[in-house]
């Protein structure tokens, strides 16, 4: 054992795989073992390993400006490069955008966004955030505070009351629903509870509602239909602000640009990325706000002197060319165009586990998918803790794939953008395998 506090594991775990080496959509081990990367990394390597045009941008940059910062006026050209391509991309109206380096950060950048921008306009009470249960917005305290996920709460004493972070149901439906419930009647009670919730605590204390379009560290949750529709609804009738964590489902992962287009999220006032940004070759996040509300934020900014937030490494030039090369990717070989047509071959494929005897439900959209396993097929009953989600992804792993058993016992799906058809072919076959080798736990 090495003396690395190692990130999201149980620390009696022992070190089990040891990754050397990348390339396209595999990985290899120090024993030069290769594996499919069924999760891109952490649902982030999206133009895949060892890209050479991400490699020589990045060694570019380094040798030309390794670093600058951005703080009190301070600039570089590929930063503001970077901020305008983006902002052009995003459906956020006059978008503006404050760069970080994670999906966490940029949260806990937008929570405190959100309170100045409030404080400016003089409702300073309007602070709280409704969050979903079932949700993941990562690991700092605002972030993790905002998630919705036992094991990221538990023995961390997170100050929710302090930042206001109130919960609604998840759009689980295969979970949630009630006995006999169809969809449509379970999006009506779901979207009821968030209205009664706005109304219990009042509308002049909440700031917004945060969502990740389609979940995914907690099992990949596609709401049902209308689910979207009805909740933005409820928010505009109590002028409450529209937050989208596209941290995952952000360029091409859900078979459009954004998760938003996907499920018809129009407008948001926020939007988190980072993950696909860069295609992970650097750490970077952006928080994007709207226009006005950058605009508001400006006076005050002046009266105090500044606007007191920023990161070292906001904006790092090495990173910002580097994602400004991964948007250039996109577009000029049309990778969500490509990633569109292979994600619905995914879903098919993916599909055809709804046989399997282990699985109850299969979920997806684009290039992002879940496979749940439980102990009763008729029922949906699903199996206490973790320990069959565990034992399947090892068998993944042993057939040569990456994955992840996220909520429990679900196997997420997410390879890089860039993969084919016969590699999908190749991670359904593995997975069957798996999956079959599962039963007999
Ligand atoms: N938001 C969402 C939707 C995520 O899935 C994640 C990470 O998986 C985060 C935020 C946190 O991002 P990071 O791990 O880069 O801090």
New binding site residues.
């Given amino acids: 054992m090495s003396n690395m506090i190692y990130p999201t594991t149980n620390f009696k775990a022992t070190e089990t795989l040891t990754i050397e080496r990348g390339d396209g959509a595999y990985v290899y081990d120090n024993e030069g073992n290769q594996y499919l990367e069924g999760l891109a990394g ?2 982030c390597t999206s133009l895949g390993y060892n890209n050479r045009e991400l490699i020589d941008t990045a060694a570019e940059q380094m040798g030309k400006l390794s670093y600058s910062h951005m703080f009190g006026g301070k600039t570089h050209q590929v930063g503001m490069d970077l901020a305008d391509k983006l902002t052009a991309m995003v459906p956020v109206e006059n978008a503006k955008v404050f760069f970080g380096n ?6 806990d950048s937008h929570v405190k966004m959100l309170r100045y921008y409030f404080n400016a306009i003089g409702k300073p009470e309007k602070f709280k955030i409704i969050a979903r249960e079932r949700s ?5 305290v605002a ?1 993790a505070s905002l998630t919705g996920l036992p094991p990221n709460h538990t023995h961390f004493s997170l100050p929710f009351d302090a930042l206001g972070v109130l919960r609604t149901d998840a759009p689980h439906y295969f979970r949630g629903a009630l006995p006999g419930e169809s969809e449509a009647q379970f999006v009506d009670r779901i979207v009821n509870n968030l209205e009664q919730l706005i109304l219990k605590e009042g509308a002049d204390t909440i700031a917004a509602f945060i969502a ?1 379009p389609i ?3 907690s099992g990949v949750i596609v709401p049902p239909a209308g689910y979207y529709e009805k909740v933005q609804a409820v928010l505009n009738k109590y002028d409450i602000l529209f937050w989208a ?4 489902t952000g360029f091409g992962r859900t078979g459009n640009d954004f998760g938003c287009t996907t499920v018809g999220i129009e407008k948001p006032a926020l939007m ?1 990325l ?2 696909q940004l860069s295609s992970a070759y650097m ?1 970077i ?1 952006a928080s994007v706000i709207r226009g006005d509300m950058y605009e508001a934020m400006i006076e005050p900014s002046s009266q105090v002197g500044v606007f007191g937030h920023g990161y070292t490494y906001s904006g790092h030039p090495v990173a910002a060319a580097v994602s400004l090369k991964t948007l250039e990717i996109y577009e000029r070989d049309n990778i969500f165009g490509h990633a569109a047509k292979v994600g619905e071959y995914m879903q098919k494929r993916l599909g055809e586990f709804r046989d399997h005897p282990l699985v109850g439900e299969v979920r997806g959209a684009g290039m992002i998918g879940a496979v749940e396993m439980v102990s009763d097929k008729k029922t949906g009953a699903g199996f206490e803790g973790g320990a069959v989600g565990y034992f399947a992804m090892q068998a993944c792993q042993n057939h040569g794939m990456i994955t992840r058993a996220v909520a429990g016992n679900s196997l997420a799906f997410c390879p890089p953008l860039i993969v084919s058809e016969a590699q999908i072919d190749e991670m359904v076959e593995k997975l069957g395998k798996a999956l079959d080798e599962t039963l007999d736990f």
Avoid: R
């Avoid at 994670?102 to 949260?107: H, K, M, P, V």
């Avoid at 993941?136 to 700092?140: A, E, L, N, R, W």
């Avoid at 964590?245 to 995952?248: F, M, P, S």
């Fill in positions: 952490l649902w994670s999906g966490s950060d940029a949260n993941y917005h990562g690991v700092t972030a990740e979940t995914g560290a964590d596209e941290v995952i988190t980072a993950k750490p996040s």
